[in-house]
């Protein structure tokens, strides 16, 4: 099947049937990959693993979130959910928190919520396996999937950090209120974060809310406004690594 044939099948399993091709090379993809690896055609937003320390980092971090006490999250959880994807790459996804499935599996948006964001990405040539990084605010699931407090934001933020230390994305996509929220330190509503590029700390990384795919799922006639935010942000991400 070609690339564009598949693209608008992913579209179709999200709702949205309209595919227009966008011309020349995908934004962050060859122009980016060919300088760093000559040899090896890259997905677009993959980047080779960081430094050798980085490995080990990423080690300690897993550990300290699998072993975390800090919030009393911590006791009714099956495990704590760090997140998924490469090492480092120009995606990063941002949810709220694990929910049934993820905390029964030990990995992100895997139920059917993440069934969906996986073909909304998929759409825009993207996966987990390749070059989008995937975390949550919480690392843990609060119970009966309600909204995380506070404090449990507060005790957890520093690992998503620490993630975002690591993977050096230069766009964050950041999926549902909760998580624009807390990552911009606003408590605007969702409409009103959206189809704006955002900064993030001090690196200033690009951010660009969308709706949670859990939500796209209860509301699918805003499934085409998410392809719209989506398509925006391949934009934002193209005019930063341009510089424009
Ligand atoms: N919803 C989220 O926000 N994150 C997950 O990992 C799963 C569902």
């Given at each position: 099947m070609s690339i564009d044939a598949r693209r608008a099948e992913y579209l179709r399993t999200i709702g949205i049937d309209l595919w227009v091709p966008r011309p020349?090379?995908?934004?962050?993809g060859a122009a980016r990959c060919a300088g760093e690896l000559p040899q090896a055609p890259q997905p677009a937003g993959a980047r080779p693993p960081g430094p050798a320390g980085d490995a080990e980092a990423w080690q300690r971090l897993r550990a300290e979130v699998l072993g975390?006490?800090?919030?009393?999250?911590h006791q009714s959880r099956t495990q704590a959910v760090l997140g998924v994807g490469?090492?480092?790459?120009d995606w990063m996804v941002i949810g709220e928190a694990p929910g049934a499935e993820e905390d029964r599996r030990?990995?992100?948006?895997?139920?059917r919520a993440g069934k969906l964001l996986d073909a909304m990405l998929r759409a825009i040539g993207l996966s987990r396996e390749a070059n989008v990084y995937i975390a949550n605010i919480l690392k843990s699931r609060p119970p009966g999937n309600r909204d995380p407090r506070p404090e449990e934001v507060q005790a957890c933020l520093p690992y998503l950090h620490r993630q975002i230390e690591l993977v050096q994305p230069r766009l964050l996509l950041a999926v549902g209120r909760i998580a624009a929220q807390n990552l911009l330190g606003t408590d605007e509503p969702l409409g009103r974060l959206r189809g704006r590029v955002h900064r993030f700390g001090e690196r200033n990384v690009p951010l660009v809310v969308t709706y949670h795919p859990a939500y796209l799922l209860r509301s699918p006639a805003d499934k085409r406004k998410a392809w719209e935010d989506l398509k925006f942000a391949r934009e934002a991400l193209a005019r930063s690594l341009t510089g424009s």
């Open positions: 020349g090379p995908v934004p962050g975390c006490t800090r919030c009393a999250l490469p090492a480092r790459c030990g990995e992100p948006f895997v139920g």
